[in-house]
Each structure stands twice: as structure tokens, then as C-alpha cells.
């Protein structure tokens, strides 16, 4: 099958998009697990973030003795301790790592939330300059809420934004994948006609 494929190109894509419609359907399904259970989402994020911190600390250290010099060199192997350090507490202590991270998110939906709405005021005589506004204010409704509530929203926020994001790029990703499959099997029958 796979020489069938490699002989023919709309065959190849049709296999691509299969694959891709079946991580697609994967990223839905993940983004509904994570929406019924925020919580173990948030820690699974907590834990790969954690984990992420200590391989960037790793590597910090690594690179310390490629081409540094006396106080350059204790730099690094700081900045690679502290990194390593960070994931290390997060491990241990995952709750307060996702109360952590979801008043981070709250912080970063407020931030975002007052930019959009700068940017809404610059180019309010656009034509659909009104997207801009209503995205700043849902965002700053959202930060406002994560906020207000924080640490208590910590228990849904970061799961559910997570298996939001899940469904929505699982969408995004089987939509494309069926419209490239749609594309190639025309362009397939275009090419037999001819």
C-alpha cells in the first residue's frame, strides 16, 4: 500500500489527511476529557511544564561549558539550576503550580484583554474594527473572572481553557484535512478526464 501511495500523489494526501483527521478526532476527544476533568488537565499541564522547565535547566547547564568563561560560565550553570529548581517545585507541589499558572493566565487575559482594546481604539473606523472590541472585552471578562475568583478558579480554569483549545484545534485540523481531501480528489478526477 505504502508504494501505491508513493506512486500516486492524491494517494499520499488522502493517507496524510487520514492521519490527520484521526489526530483531529484524538484532540477532540482529549479536549472533552479535559473539560469533564479541569482539574487532572491542569495538573497534567502543571506536570509538563515542570518537566519542560527542568530540560531548558539541563540544557542552560549543558551549554555553560560550550564557549564561556569564568563568570559567564556560573551565569549559566545559575540560570540552569534555577530553571531546574522551578520544574522541580512544580513537580512536588502540583496544586499550588496550577494556582501558579492559572493567576499567570488571569494576568496574561487581562493584559491581552486591555492591548485589544488599544488596538480596537486605533483602528475603530475600520471595517470590522468591532471584532477587535469584542475580542478585548471577552478577554478582559474572562481575566477579570479568573482573577476575582483566583485560587478557587484554579480548579476549572487552566483544564477547561486546555480542552477548549483541544476542540477547537481538533476541528480546525479535521475541517482542513476533509477540504485538502476534497481539493486533491477533484484535481484527482480533473487529471483522469484529461
Known amino acids: 500500500m505504502g508504494t501505491v501511495a508513493a506512486a500516486n500523489p492524491f494517494g499520499?494526501?488522502?493517507?496524510?489527511s487520514t492521519w490527520s483527521?484521526?489526530?483531529?478526532?484524538?484532540?477532540?476527544?482529549?479536549?472533552?476529557?479535559?473539560?469533564?476533568?479541569?482539574?487532572?488537565?491542569?495538573?497534567?499541564?502543571n506536570t509538563f511544564i515542570a518537566w519542560l522547565l527542568i530540560f531548558v535547566g539541563i540544557v542552560h547547564a549543558m551549554v555553560a561549558f560550550q564557549g564561556h568563561?569564568?563568570?559567564?560560565?556560573?551565569?549559566k550553570l545559575l540560570v540552569g539550576a534555577?530553571?531546574?529548581f522551578l520544574g522541580g517545585y512544580l513537580l512536588a507541589h502540583p496544586i499550588l503550580g496550577v494556582a501558579t499558572l492559572t493567576l499567570?493566565?488571569?494576568?496574561?487575559?487581562l493584559v491581552e484583554g486591555v492591548l485589544d482594546l488599544l488596538l480596537w481604539w486605533k483602528m475603530r473606523s475600520v471595517r470590522g474594527g468591532s471584532w477587535i472590541l469584542v475580542d478585548g472585552?471577552?478577554?478582559?471578562?474572562?481575566?477579570?473572572?479568573?482573577?476575582?475568583?483566583?485560587?478557587?478558579s484554579s480548579v476549572w480554569a487552566l483544564g477547561t481553557l486546555v480542552g477548549v483549545g483541544?476542540?477547537?484545534?481538533?476541528?480546525?485540523?479535521?475541517?482542513?484535512?476533509?477540504?485538502?481531501?476534497?481539493?486533491a480528489g477533484n484535481l484527482a478526477e480533473m487529471r483522469r478526464a484529461a
Not at 499567570?104 to 487575559?109: G, I, N, S
Not at 478577554?139 to 475568583?149: R, S
Not at 476541528?171 to 485538502?180: K, Y
Open 137 to 152: 472585552l471577552v478577554t478582559l471578562l474572562l481575566g477579570g473572572m479568573i482573577y476575582a475568583h483566583w485560587p478557587s
Open 12 to 16: 499520499l494526501v488522502k493517507l496524510g
Open 104 to 109: 499567570l493566565l488571569a494576568v496574561l487575559f
Open 166 to 183: 483541544f476542540i477547537f484545534s481538533g476541528i480546525t485540523r479535521i475541517g482542513l484535512s476533509l477540504a485538502v481531501r476534497k481539493v
Open 82 to 84: 534555577a530553571y531546574i
Open 69 to 75: 568563561r569564568g563568570m559567564s560560565i556560573v551565569w
Open 21 to 45: 483527521i484521526v489526530l483531529g478526532v484524538l484532540f477532540v476527544i482529549l479536549g472533552m476529557l479535559a473539560i469533564a476533568e479541569p482539574m487532572l488537565a491542569a495538573v497534567a499541564l
